[in-house]
């Protein structure tokens, strides 16, 4: 049962994670269609720094809205 409950909690943390990401990009006012190279690699940087791991970044990052 004990492992049972740390996957729930791991996988709301994944969820969570990226529900984090997304509004960190609603406040940087980053839309994906408009957005050039440069202004990706920027946001995918910030997010780097603030402690998310790369394989959510590029999930979130690389969705379409």
Known sequence: IAAA???LE???DLESEESL???LLVKKHYKNDDATLE???KIIGFLYR???SLDKIYKVVGERE
């Open 50 to 52: 603030k402690g998310f």
């Open 5 to 7: 409950y740390e996957e």
């Open 10 to 12: 791991e996988s709301d």
């Open 39 to 41: 202004e990706r690699r």
């Open 21 to 23: 990401i997304r509004a």
